[in-house]
């Protein structure tokens, strides 16, 4: 079930409007909700809810429609470890999404869950690829020292609101075409908390909390990349009244790096080469993200050819011990300055090849040369002809 398409779940097709998805999604939850004793059932009931996080976000939805559930994962659920019975009932949950929509509100059930942070960490490009450990400094609520998080003025303590009764919600009744509509709202006199504070505590101004530096050590994984998102538990604000904490969420990037490029877990390197590497094949030492390594060229290598270099590449962010190829890129570099010596050399080898360097005189007065006849240059720039081949390393 926990692989199940999110589509099938809430029973829409994969071109749904979020329309679509949402009158599904509230069709659904009513009848799998657990306080449903006919047909509620808490695992599909959260599986629902999960689905509908995903797929009623535009970005999220993307990212799922492209790579899965793998896409997506880490990406801030915010019913992550969920429990249905923390929302009471399912206006609790309507309301969580929607803002409201039924007559009975939400009840206040106690303190707020801290809010989640966020943080964005910039990484070389090696760190990504080998994982790091960095330290970090965010800055997030805590609990007011002066006042152990009340709020109130040391000495004293907060008093039951008079508005709501200490209840933290009031009844608000409108009429209308089709009758009474009874809304329970929380208290605007108490802001939903049942009590009220006389004597503000001087250091937190009566909030409770304060933000404050908090330092962190961070294990960043091997294969990170450019937009991974790593979720830190407990690390965001500090929940009010001994609520849970929110979450961190560290958003990497990557710098980029003057020799590798990177595609996923592959890594492309661009190598010049010399015309008589390329001519006669060799040895040349690459440079890859594990440092340098020996390559071997065949023969007859063309301009363009792509050797590949098994298991060079950057880990797996879920499985390390697997990595991606380095894809060598060869190009051959024709040089532009010869010496005399150099020169000599070659128009002895365009001799021994029976090629010749110039047009005589009756094929350029005809206006071609010698059919069959090719120039020493024409050879060299036969080695811009793309050709791919296997690593022989």
Do not use: W
Not at 346 to 359: F, H, N, P, W, Y
């Amino acid at each position: 079930m926990a692989n199940r398409d999110y589509y099938e779940v809430l029973g829409v097709s994969r071109t749904a409007t979020q329309d679509e998805i949402k009158k599904s999604f509230r069709a659904k939850a009513a009848a799998l909700h657990p306080d449903n004793k006919e047909t509620g059932n808490e695992g599909e009931f959260k599986e629902l809810v999960n689905a509908y996080e995903v797929l009623s976000d535009e970005q999220k939805r993307t990212m799922y429609d492209r790579y899965g559930a793998e896409g997506v994962k880490g990406t801030g659920s915010r019913f992550e470890g969920f429990d249905a019975g923390g929302f009471g009932d399912l206006s609790d949950i309507f309301e969580y999404f929607f803002g409201g929509g039924t007559t009975r509100g939400r009840r206040r059930g106690g303190p707020e869950r801290g809010a989640d942070l966020k943080f964005d960490l910039e990484l070389d490009f090696l760190e990504a690829v080998f994982g790091v450990e960095k330290k970090i400094t965010i800055k997030h609520l805590e609990d007011c020292l002066e006042c152990t998080g009340s709020g109130a003025a040391p000495g004293s303590s907060p008093v039951q609101c008079k508005t709501c009764g200490g209840m933290g919600q009031v009844r608000q009744t409108s009429a209308t075409l089709f009758g009474h509509f009874t809304q329970v709202l929380p208290c605007p006199a108490c802001d939903g908390e049942g009590t009220k504070i006389d004597r503000p505590c001087e250091e937190c101004k009566g909030k409770g909390q304060l933000r404050k530096p908090k330092s962190l050590e961070l294990k960043i994984p091997a294969g990170v990349d450019n937009g991974s998102r790593l979720r830190v538990g407990g690390a965001g604000d500090n929940g009010k009244k001994g609520a849970p904490a929110g979450d961190l969420y560290v958003v990497i990037h990557v710098r980029n790096h003057a020799v590798f490029q990177r595609e996923g877990h592959t890594i492309h390197v661009r190598q010049p080469i010399s015309y008589s590497m390329a001519a006669l094949g060799g040895e040349i030492l690459i440079d890859t993200v594990g440092g340098k390594k020996v390559l071997k060229v065949p023969a007859g290598t063309q301009s363009g050819t792509t050797l590949v270099m098994k298991e060079q590449g950057v880990p797996h962010l879920s499985s390390p011990q697997r990595r991606g190829d380095q894809q060598v890129h060869l190009v051959v570099d024709t040089p532009t300055r010869l010496s005399d010596e150099e020169k000599s050399l070659l128009k002895r080898l365009a001799e021994l090849r029976g090629e010749s360097l110039s047009v005589p005189a009756v094929a350029r007065e005809e206006g071609q040369g010698k059919e069959g006849q090719q120039s020493l240059f024409d050879v060299i720039a036969g080695v811009f002809k793309p050709k791919n081949s296997a690593d022989e390393s």
